[in-house]
């Protein structure tokens, strides 16, 4: 890696539509190793996917649910059974494993209060679980799928052209 693929994925993340050829210009390069940095960081897992951002109001997902939630089970078993439970909700767009006082975190998207209330219970339906908090984003501040790309490890003996 070194800074042009670091150019490559700055301009991808703010739009992976780019035609290559569009892209290639961007950072100066051609288009034939621009497509191929762009592969490689594929299959080395740096670009996992691309993908559409959808507006939440539009598809009726306006409402952001922060779940917190505590355990008192800590077993492996447990883990993955609450884990299988959680993928099957499309309404969880993101879930970490947390320390400290929270176990797991969720966000949940859904169009209401109803709806979370439904969803709160399909969950607890499916899987024990010790505590619950939940907390409802009133405004959202900042939202963003880019990455900090400074932090990057760059090889600084690469060439600017492959």
Known sequence: MDRLDRKILRILQEDSTLAVADLAKKVGLSTTPCWRRIQKMEEDG???RRVALLDPGKVNTKVTVFVSIRTASHSI???KRFSEVVVEFPEVVEFYRMSGDV???LRVVVPDIGAYDAFYKRLI????IRDVSSVFAMEQIKYTTQLPLDYMMIDN????ED
Do not use: H, P, T
Request: hydrophobic share 40%; proline share 0%; charged share 35%.
């Open 125 to 128: 339906a499916k899987i024990e």
């Open 77 to 79: 078993e447990w883990l």
């Open 157 to 160: 003996q690469k060439s600017g």
């Open 46 to 48: 740096v670009i996992r």
């Open 103 to 105: 176990d797991y975190l």
